[in-house]
């Protein structure tokens, strides 16, 4: 933990922890996958020192599901310090806030954020607005199209998060809820002065969008003139790498950031469920990019120009 | 041996226009719902989807009276009528999105479509007595997740398109007693709607048969102003450029409709009576087409002695047009 207080986690699918002294929270679970999320419950090795462990479940749970996730939480927990379950399902906030076998937390993909990283080109400044591009009207005519800045409502919506709203938070608090989670989205966070939550944000990557198979897509970077950063599409998700921390992330109700060490873990080869048809993953089931390669500075990242969570 | 009781199955068509009510019902729609994109709100926030998950004034009504006239229309036929609002609004929106919700009330709407828990404690506070849908933008894959949004006056389910009929099955069975719809036709998605973070906004075809003195910078030339001139679409339907150098796309560019008409007998005996048609700005004709194709298969379910109907032969006239990939809920999924 930093002088400010700031609780450095790393997210690994399985907990391994190499250097412990350099973390002071263990993250591990998959969000995006209910079949990896057990499997990383049944896999995960002991971390010593008793670093504390928050083990992150799946957006998409059945019934049967959720009761198995539960039970390996509860039957885990004998061996790790498993004191958090972040919940990216709905149907999770509510059992286990009920279920009292670990603290709640509102997982990153209920926060109502929006993640399509084009809105980073909204705000003035970044719009095209004296661009002019031929168009033909619906009389038939010729016209031309133009940006415009965007209102000031609008600019301030694009960076806020819906799960800050202070009802809801009340309501989730009655849930056992305390933690909220939210991305490091290009365009930048607006949270309300006094937040009545602590917040985690995941520094390294974004989510744009989940589906609920896998499906077949190309290794490596995609790319669109109308997108500022590069996508990738890994296993179920697609999402965006976050190299530095944007606007809005110093609120001093954000009191622990996550970096994941490994986004390209192997799908299980046995897996019948739905997200299982292809990996794009090289032959070694090793991250090509290292999001994050094991070190850790002592100085704060957001004093950082460069991402901290990038190999040289 | 008692015959099972007949279950009335419900076609819950879309609207962008009043004067569509009397076609839909006609054609065999039971209730309608319609989104709300007023210039007082495109001022504020634009026209993307940011107040309900369909972009622009095409797919949207834009005021007032036209709530008004949608919802006498629907109450003079018996059906019901819902307003989306079904995206997640910030705390500085809420009192907006609170205030149209309200005003659809007092046109005589009889429900919304809600995702947002914010503002489904805003409708409790402000004693509405909407009814509330749960739309499928809540993604609400189990029971515990029914369980969790009943206390916010939640009366019916849209289940996610994702989940098989028998997962929603499992859910109407833990929690009988309640309402539950599902995507019938239209709409179809790679990405799960609840958890797609790409914003819908309307493409503007760039003209390139353009004449040889045409001058972009004449200011005499009509203007359309946009937000985002540079939009190239959504994000399932854009080609991107791989690192491999082929281009890729998520979605399928296919004519044909996402469609569950095989499986409106399943769906019905899973506990899912109300089946949703996606398309609000689609032609009339189109909408009318895609109830018809429902409530056919309803209502040989519905007439069906054995309480289930036999299930559609692949050589069946009405799977003329089926395509890999555009079943909601059959085995190409």
């Known amino acids: 933990m930093n002088p400010r207080g700031i609780q450095r986690a790393i997210w690994n699918e399985t907990a391994i922890g190499k250097d412990p002294d350099a973390v002071d929270r263990w993250y591990f679970g998959h969000e995006t996958c209910a079949t990896r999320a057990i499997a990383s419950l049944t896999n995960s090795v002991t971390v010593g020192d008793g670093i504390p462990c928050t083990f992150v479940s799946p957006c998409f749970v059945s019934d049967s599901d959720m009761v198995s996730i539960l039970r390996r939480v509860e039957a885990l927990g004998k061996s790790m310090p ?25 997982g990153r993909l209920l926060s109502g954020q929006i993640t399509d990283p084009r809105v980073a080109r909204w705000p003035e400044g970044s719009c095209p607005s004296g661009r002019t591009t031929p168009i033909r009207l619906p009389d038939g005519k010729l016209g031309v199209l133009r940006g415009r800045p965007i209102p000031a409502e609008l600019a301030e919506r694009i960076r806020s998060i819906p799960s800050a709203d202070a009802s809801f938070l009340d309501w989730l608090a009655r849930l056992g809820v305390r933690r909220i989670e939210f991305s490091n989205v290009l365009q930048g966070l607006s949270l309300p002065a006094s937040l009545q939550a602590s917040a985690t944000l995941h520094c390294s990557d974004v989510v744009v969008s989940v589906s609920r198979t896998c499906r077949p897509h190309p290794d490596g970077e995609l790319r669109s003139p109308g997108f500022p950063v590069p996508l990738q599409a890994i296993d179920n998700v697609l999402r ?35 997200t299982t048809q292809e990996s ?14 094991g070190s850790h500075p002592t100085e704060h990242p957001w004093q950082r120009t460069q991402p901290e969570n990038r190999k040289p | 041996m008692s015959l099972p009781t007949p279950v009335r199955i419900r076609i819950v068509a879309p609207l962008h226009r009043p004067e569509e009510v009397p076609d839909l019902a006609r054609a065999g729609a039971d209730e309608i719902y319609c989104g709300y994109l007023p210039p007082d709100w495109i001022s504020r926030y634009g026209d993307w989807d940011g107040l309900s998950r369909r972009q622009g004034t095409v797919a949207n009504l834009s005021f007032p009276d036209q709530l008004r006239r949608t919802a006498r229309a629907c109450a003079e036929l018996g059906m019901g009528s819902a307003l989306a609002l079904n995206v997640r609004f910030t705390e500085a929106q809420i009192p907006s999105v609170l205030d149209i ?53 939640v009366s019916r389910f849209v289940l996610p398109r994702e989940l098989t009929i028998a997962e929603m099955a499992r859910i109407a069975a833990v929690e009988p007693g309640l309402e539950y719809e599902a995507m019938s036709y239209h709409d179809k998605c790679t990405f799960v709607d609840g958890l797609c973070g790409f914003y819908h906004d309307t493409v503007q075809a760039v003209e390139t048969d353009l004449p040889a003195d045409f001058d972009a910078s004449d200011p005499s030339l009509p203007c359309v102003e946009r937000i985002d001139p540079g939009y190239e679409g959504h994000g399932c339907g854009i080609a991107f450029a791989s690192s491999q150098g082929a281009p890729f796309t998520f979605g399928t560019r296919s004519s044909t409709p996402g469609c569950a008409v095989c499986d409106v007998a399943a769906l019905a005996d899973a506990g899912v009576t109300f089946l949703k048609i996606g398309g609000r ?53």
């Open chain 2, 281 to 333: 700005g689609l032609p009339l004709a189109e909408k009318i087409r895609a109830i018809r194709r429902l409530r056919d298969a309803a209502d040989r379910r519905e007439s069906s002695t054995a309480g289930r109907a036999a299930p559609i032969p692949p050589q069946d006239p009405s799977r003329k047009g089926c395509r890999e990939g555009r079943c909601y809920y059959g085995t190409d999924r």
């Open chain 1, 82 to 106: 498993v004191d958090e379950i972040v919940c990216n399902d709905w149907g999770m906030v509510e059992t286990v806030g009920r279920n009292g076998i670990a603290r709640p937390v509102l």
């Open chain 1, 280 to 293: 794009p993953l090289d032959a070694t089931g090793t991250c090509p990019e290292g999001i994050w390669d």
């Open chain 2, 101 to 153: 919700a309200l005003l659809w009330e007092s046109a005589g709407g009889t429900s919304v479509v809600v995702s947002c828990p914010n503002l489904l404690l805003a409708l409790d506070r402000s004693g509405s007595r909407l009814q509330r849908h749960l739309s499928l933008l809540a993604n609400c894959a189990n029971s515990a997740a029914i369980r969790l949004f009943l206390p916010l006056g």
């Open chain 1, 240 to 274: 965006y790498r976050s190299g530095i921390l944007h606007p809005g992330s110093d609120h001093p109700a954000i009191d622990r950031l996550v970096f994941r060490s490994s986004v390209n873990a192997p799908c299980n080869p046995t897996c019948t469920n739905f």
